[in-house]
């Protein structure tokens, strides 16, 4: 009698687990989704990569290209910058060290045209890069976020060109001095 009582008792366990599970499943699931879609939602706004599924498509963080998408240009050289003089500094000259990379769009329609110059066209690319950090002191470029400085260079790529071929700037190298 006692075994029958055990097996009845663990029966009803089981069927109190199997509904708990069953309630847990249709409660907590679908507002943990509706989390993860907020929180992609928010990121893609704010252009961030968390590699969360189920909110629109992932961005690598260059415009939205996708990463297979994208075909990297060196800068041949390191371009050494000087930063413009703070009034209220040490008096003395600071220069930049950047290594530059231009991340180009290969989907893009202007890619083939633009692309096949580029070589030839570098002097512009690095005097736009020139003015753009020469643009800051010290001080600013030290403290500032290098995305807003390298957000800006595309910007100003983007607009000599008239084009968005060129979908990304990152710096291999950054040393102020």
């Given at each position: 009698?006692?075994?029958n009582m ?117 002097g512009l ?14 001080e600013e ?37």
């Amino acid at each position: 009698m006692k075994k029958n009582m055990i097996s009845v008792i663990i029966l009803a366990l089981l069927l109190v687990n199997t509904v708990m599970t069953g309630i847990m499943m249709f409660t907590v699931i679908p507002a943990n989704q509706k989390t993860m879609e907020l929180v992609g939602d928010i990121s893609s706004a704010i252009q961030l990569d968390l590699g969360i599924a189920g909110s629109g498509g992932m961005s690598s963080g260059n415009n939205g290209v996708a990463l297979a998408d994208i075909e990297p240009y060196d800068i041949a050289d390191q371009l050494t910058i000087r930063l413009k003089p703070n009034p209220d500094g040490d008096g003395k000259d600071h220069f930049a060290v950047v290594g530059v990379t231009l991340s180009l769009n290969t989907k893009d329609t202007d890619y083939e045209t633009y692309a096949t110059n580029l070589p030839a066209q570098e002097g512009l690319v690095k005097d736009t890069i020139d003015r753009v950090i020469g643009s800051y002191t010290y001080e600013e470029a030290s403290t500032m976020d290098r995305e807003r400085i390298q957000q800006k260079i595309l910007d100003n790529l983007q607009e000599m060109y008239n084009s968005r071929f060129i979908c990304g700037v990152s710096f291999s190298s950054w040393l102020l001095q």
